[in-house]
């Protein structure tokens, strides 16, 4: 069956993700407007925008106020680039030394995170071209980054030297920004300054914060922010959410529809194994939707919204489908919701991440790219994919 929300979708699936891209929208001013003015907003954007979708979130994020995104990887700052977008794109993880001069073609800014790495890339870039740089420090994270004053020196020295180098901006990353307790936080913060005053001159950019920092620590921002997570509209930890001085709203939503609909009698079986059985008479409803999605194993026994009613997942989750038990008989086509809201009742992204004891960041990442997504842009429903190619 097509799609059939607006006549605009271009597939024929009845399992699909909606992201509300005025949302993300809102989460980013709502964010800008409790930090100081002049800091700017770095929108992280890595792993297709947290299963979000890379460039349209990228888009509503620029539009909104973000001036610089942020990936993991030099692969997705290409695909963002092969959608036009032209935006600052910084690439927080590490890039290969010996792909400098493909960033450099495309104005990507890399990380330096180790004097070797510098020194190696220093030997295959090419003559007249820049490369942009932020300058990584390890001031706790244990992950990459630059661990020494020397090391600093040594490497503000090797690109102030290199006429092809321009340092761009310097950062570092906090491991417990989404804890109460700030005692780690303020060593790193500490730590960080401490390294920042080292130098000879101060790079342009200076950021530390990821959202929890940007959200928690407003007065302790340099002039940029790395946010991610709650621009999604998520809280970076089930510790400060209660805590969080901006009300953020959820962007991504999970539907399916039923169809197969079916009464069981006392006794029956569903699905691998036969473990279900019908306790007694039942209404039974198919989801296309199973493990291959995302939608794991473990999220047996999970409830979705089915005519605005909990409805618990009965028996093994299979690669391409679930059963659900359902509240009563309803005819085929009719939509259940996974995550979001139905009627009065409303699945979060963080009741999955519960029921899946991992953290919400998680959910949407593994929701994978064979559940087509939909965009929820000015109120309506649209499909951003084939417009954007
Ligand atoms: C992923 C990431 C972020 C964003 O973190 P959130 O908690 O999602 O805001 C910021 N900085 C770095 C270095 C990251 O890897």
């Keep these: 069956m097509k799609f059939s929300l607006d006549e605009q979708g271009f597939f024929y699936r009845d399992t699909w993700a909606e992201v509300d891209l ?4 809102m989460n980013v001013k709502g964010i800008k407007s409790h930090l100081p003015e002049d800091v700017e907003f770095i929108a992280v954007v890595k792993a297709n925008a947290y299963g979000h979708g890379d460039s349209q979130v990228a888009e509503a994020a620029l539009e909104a106020g973000a001036s610089m995104l942020a990936v993991a990887f030099m692969d997705e700052a290409l695909a963002l680039r092969k959608k036009r977008i032209t935006a600052p794109i910084l690439v927080l993880g590490a890039s290969r030394p010996e792909d400098v001069n493909i960033a450099a073609e495309e104005g990507i800014i890399l990380t330096v995170f180790q004097e070797e790495w510098l020194a190696k890339a220093q030997d295959v870039l090419k003559k007249n071209t820049t490369l942009m740089l932020h300058i990584k420090i390890d001031t706790g994270m244990g992950r990459i980054g630059i661990r020494s004053i020397e090391e600093l020196k040594a490497v503000e020295r090797l690109i102030e030297e290199d006429e092809r180098l321009q340092l761009h901006g310097i950062y570092t ?31 342009l950019v200076v950021h530390s914060s990821n959202s929890a920092a940007a959200l928690m620590h407003a007065d302790a921002q340099f002039n940029a922010v790395r946010v991610g997570i709650a621009m999604y509209g ?39 194994g036969a473990t279900y059985e019908a306790p007694e008479e039942i209404w039974v409803g198919t989801l296309p939707i199973g ?3 995302g939608w794991i194993r473990r999220l047996q026994g999970q409830e979705v919204l089915v005519d605005g009613k909990r409805s618990p997942i009965i028996g093994r989750i299979c690669m391409d489908q679930c059963m659900v038990k359902l509240p009563n008989e309803v005819p085929v086509g009719t939509i259940a919701t996974l995550i979001g809201s139905q009627g009065k009742e409303a699945i979060s992204i963080n009741e ?22 939909l ?9 951003l994919n084939n417009s954007l190619l």
């Design 22 to 25: 005025d949302r993300v929208r």
């Design 375 to 383: 965009y929820r842009q000015d109120g309506k429903v649209v499909d």
């Design 291 to 293: 493990y291959a999605d």
């Design 234 to 272: 998520l809280a970076p930890s089930m510790e400060i959410q209660p805590e969080l001085p901006v009300d953020l709203q959820e962007a991504f939503t999970l539907y399916s529809r039923l169809v197969h609909v079916k009464k069981l009698d006392k006794g029956e079986k569903v699905s691998y």
């Design 352 to 373: 999955i991440a519960s029921k899946l004891e991992t953290i919400n960041y998680e959910v949407p990442c593994i929701i994978s790219s064979r559940v087509p997504r």
């Design 173 to 203: 990353h906090y491991a417990t920004a989404d804890e109460l307790d700030d005692t780690y936080f303020n060593k790193q913060l500490a730590l960080f300054r401490k390294m920042l005053s080292s130098m000879e001159k101060q790079p």
